[in-house]
């Protein structure tokens, strides 16, 4: 301390608590308070890179044995990120600290902090590949959580997201990630929209010898109708069981998917019949599988009974790409024109109006 050697001391007490961490006899208040006062020695560091050093030391003695007494050792490491004053640092400490809650299996006291990722991410400065490590780690971790399934895929798609098609040394790393990707994708049940074919990460399946057929399977959901599902099916049955993809529920999810595909192809008007041809149900399955969609918000529309026919106001895109940003960009110049219009024929009509009434107050005087 009088040579101010922080990092060996820092070192030193760490040997020291290690044989405090394995005596049984030791509570985890005790504990806790040992580590606040080692974590505390970061505050005495003269550099950034003495800052991460320490860092390094504490999360490495920390993160030994994840599954004992891991909620303990993630307060440690919560403790030790809030005393860190380098950006860099406080990443590495965050990555360590998500590392041992998934080896810990106890995720769920990480996950509330990731809805500041954006935050963090604007504090941290990250390089490419520091993002790549976080956003997988972050859909590590929120993986076997049923009730974070889509911000799983949401991560997943920010990972494969950071590759483009200069990273052509690099895409390769991507491509397991990119088929578990489509994988979640096709298995949920509530996720009818995503911009998969347009990632590079995932493009370099569609001609690769192993997952070929999984991109291919990607582009059926997202582009074709329930006919080229059933024929993939019917052709690659054992590939879909091997990924764990249950035939029922992705013939259900097709059908959703090519009722909007309808919507967005039949001018806003689809007859019944061409709907039960098309989900290959019976008559009296029609109003309910619009029903679903209705409710899945898929689909604004209005069933004519009378006539027969679905009446369709709006509908998802399952993509949402170049063509259909260039889409939305006409009609939002159409509806610009009309609106100016609208407002000039107003205006044309005030300026008739007020002339009229001067002439008329001429008169009467």
Request: net charge negative; charged share 25%.
């Amino acid at each position: 301390m009088v040579m101010n050697r922080w990092l060996d001391l820092t070192s030193l007490m760490l040997t020291s608590a290690d044989i405090v961490f394995s005596n049984s006899k030791v509570s985890e208040k005790d504990l806790e308070c040992i580590f606040t006062v080692i974590c505390n020695l970061i505050t005495t560091s003269r550099s950034p890179d003495e800052e991460l050093e320490m860092a390094k030391l504490i999360c490495a003695k920390i993160i030994q044995q994840p599954s004992d007494k891991p909620a303990l050792r993630l307060r440690i490491l919560f403790n030790l990120y809030n005393l860190l004053d380098n950006a860099y640092c406080r990443f590495y400490v965050f990555m360590k600290t998500l590392n041992l809650a998934i080896s810990g299996k106890v995720t769920e006291h990480v996950i509330p902090s990731f809805k500041k990722i954006d935050s963090f991410l604007k504090e941290w400065n990250l390089e490419v590949q520091d993002q790549r490590e976080l956003f997988l780690s972050v859909a590590n971790a929120l993986k076997d959580s049923k009730s974070s399934a889509k911000d799983s895929f949401k991560f997943l798609t920010k990972y494969l997201a950071t590759f483009s098609d200069e990273d052509t040394y690099k895409m390769g790393e991507a491509k397991e990630e990119a088929v578990r990707t489509i994988i979640e994708f096709v298995k949920a049940p509530d996720m009818f929209q995503c911009d998969l074919l347009d990632m590079p990460a995932v493009g370099q399946l569609e001609k690769d010898a192993k997952y070929a057929l999984v991109y291919q399977l990607l582009k059926i959901f997202l582009t074709q109708r329930l006919d080229a599902y059933l024929e993939f099916q019917a052709a690659n049955s054992a590939l879909l069981k091997s990924y764990g993809l249950v035939h029922e529920d992705c013939i259900a999810k097709m059908r959703l998917m090519s009722l909007v595909d309808l919507a967005s192809h039949e001018s806003g008007r689809i007859p019944y019949a061409l709907i039960k041809d098309i989900l290959r149900i019976d008559d009296d399955e029609v109003e309910l599988w619009v029903v679903k969609a209705l409710t899945a918000k898929l689909i604004d529309c209005k069933m004519d009974q009378l006539n027969q026919v679905v009446l369709v106001s709006s509908c998802t895109e399952r993509v949402f790409g170049k063509q259909q940003w260039q889409a939305l960009s006409t009609k939002l110049r159409t509806w610009r024109g009309n609106i100016e219009s609208v407002i000039n024929t107003i205006q044309a009509n005030k300026i008739t109006e007020d002339g009229s009434q001067a002439v008329q107050g001429m008169m009467i005087r």
